[in-house]
Structure formats: C-alpha cells, structure tokens
C-alpha cells in the first residue's frame, strides 16, 4: 500500500484532530469574549468517525497523531477515545494540545489511557496578566494542572507560550527562567494571523529580536541535539547550560518550513485540511456517513495530497489569509 506522498514528495505522517471547537476560555488572540456559534453537536465526527479516519491514514503511513481543538477536555469522553487512537497499528505518538484547565482531575487517566506527550499553553506566569489574556481567572487551576501533569510522569510538559508584543513579551526572561527550574519545555510560538488582524499588526513580533534579548541576557543558546529535525515541523530548540528544560521558538510566521510540512488537521466536522493558511478542504464527513468504504477513505486521503499547497504565503497575503479562529483547525 502506498505510503501518503504529496506530488512535491513531502511525506504526511502527522495529523492535528480537532475533536470539538468549543471551549471554556476566551484567549483574546483566538476567540471573541462572547464566544462563536459552536457547530451543531451532530455535525461534529463521533469518536467512532474520528478513528476510522486515523485508523485508515495509519494504514497508510501515518505515525502521529495530536489530539486537540477547542478544548479537547471539554468533549466527554476523551480519555476513552485517547486510549483507542494508542491502540491503532502504526500510530507510535499520541500528543494531546490542552488549555489545562481540567488537567488536574483528568492527567493521571490520561496518562494511564496511552498519552504520554502534553502540550499545554500558558502565556503568562502572572495571574492577573494571565486572566487578562485567557478573559478567566483561572491562572491556580492551570498552574495545578501542569503540576499534576507533571506528578503521574508526562514527559515532556511542553509550555505553548503565544508572543504578542507590548502584552506577555516583558515576561521572555521569566519564561526561560522557568527552564532553568522544572524539566519543562516552553516555546515561544510567533502570534499568527487569526481573528483580529488589527491586533496582529499591532502586536504580531517576528522572532529574531526575542533570540537576540535571550542571548544578550544568558549568553549563546546551545541547540539540542537532534530536537530541531522530524516531527518538530518549525521548531528551533535551545537549553541553558545545566538547565533541565527546554527553550522553543517555533517560527510559524517568519520562517517558511512549507517544504518539509508533514502535517495535515482533522476539523471536528469532519473535513481534512492540508494547509493552516488554506481553505482548500477534503471532506471526509459525508462520505462516511453515506457509508463509504475504507477504500472510498483513501481514495479522499489521496485528493488531499493532491491539493496540498506548496507554501502558505503568509509573507505577501497575510490578511487574505487571516484565519477567523483556531478553534476548529486546533492550532
Ligand atoms: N485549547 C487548547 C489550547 O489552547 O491549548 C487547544 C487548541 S488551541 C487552538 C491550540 C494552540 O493554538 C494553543 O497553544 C494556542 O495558544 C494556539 N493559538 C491559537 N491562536 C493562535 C494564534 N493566533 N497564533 C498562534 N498560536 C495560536
Ligand atoms: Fe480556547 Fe485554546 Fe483558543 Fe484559548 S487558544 S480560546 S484555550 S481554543
């Protein structure tokens, strides 16, 4: 069976499943304050949908898969669904994205159902700045859930810490800081285009100056052996000397890695879309439904290879190209 090969031979082996776009915060760079108008719970895949698709890309060659969203741990069920996806043949990594508010009642389970990587955003360490961000005040719930992470044995614990200038970038230093005192990995992501492109142009900061201030304040970062290749996709790596942690800045923005994207996302309605900054979608949804079989499934995997764009041009179409929200690609 043929492995899942683009005509530009970027191989896919990673899928984003986004397995609901609702959520319970309103981070101000993604959602509006009063929230969307959610998708209908049954134009939503079942858990049931959501691994024939990944069980189907698996057979193909597909390796990881991250679980995300909106909130992945608001939608019931999700550590039972966890536990599936670890049991496809193929599948060897298993990452969940999550906002962690429900972290600490939910981590040992889901540690115990297979997942063994976290992502976690956090894009502040001052509560009242965090609130201002997240529009809840919820900073101690987080904080204990990254704690509890922690505890039952996710390793790593990557901090998704989102830059905006004149907001959270006066905090870059206690960031790093923060590497130097837990095991944890945080990575600066470049703010994207999504939502309010006003506030993008005003507070949207490329990458290279916030290297520059990391280095002038801690000296040369050292890069991790290894850590910038593979499923990595756009991330650059760095440890201080004799930290247990790692520091990140993933280039989302700034740094065309377009060529060697092995990602595609899975919408929670059920449409597989090659590119983040792209509206071309294959949707999987109706077929499935219409009950198509696993070939039918490949056949549509297919197309989406087929319509992968080769580059996000994000550096000459940004508005254009600005995203509504994330909620339903998952980041
Ligand atoms: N709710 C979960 C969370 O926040 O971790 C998962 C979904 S969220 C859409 C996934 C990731 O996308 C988060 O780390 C979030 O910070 C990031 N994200 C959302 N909007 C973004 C933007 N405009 N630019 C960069 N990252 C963004
Ligand atoms: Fe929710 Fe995550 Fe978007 Fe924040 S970034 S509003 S937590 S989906």
Known sequence: MSSLVDPYSRSITYMRVSVTDRCNLRCVYCMPE?????????DILSYDELLRIIRVAAKRGLQKVRI???EPLVRKGIVGFVEQVNQIEGINEIALTT?????????SDLHKAGLKRLNISLDSLDPKKFSEIVRRDIFDMVWDGI???????????????VLQQGVNDHEVVDFVNLTRRKPYHVRFIEYMPCAN???????YRPFQAVVDEVETRFGHLIPVNGANEGNNGPAENF???????VLGFIHAVSHDFCDTCNRVRLTADGQIRPCLFSEIAVDFREAIRNGCSDEEIEGLLDQVLYVKPLYHELDVNAEEK????MVNLGG
């Open 34 to 42: 009063e929230g969307l108008s959610w998708t209908p719970t049954q």
């Open 68 to 70: 995300t969203g909106g």
């Open 99 to 107: 906002n962690a508010v429900f972290l600490k009642e939910m981590a």
């Open 147 to 161: 704690e509890e992470a922690e505890k039952v044995g996710f390793e790593p614990i990557k901090i998704n810490v």
């Open 197 to 203: 492109w006003e506030m993008w142009k005003k507070t």
């Open 239 to 245: 440890r201080l000397p004799g930290a247990p942690g």
């Open 322 to 325: 600005m995203l509504p929200t």
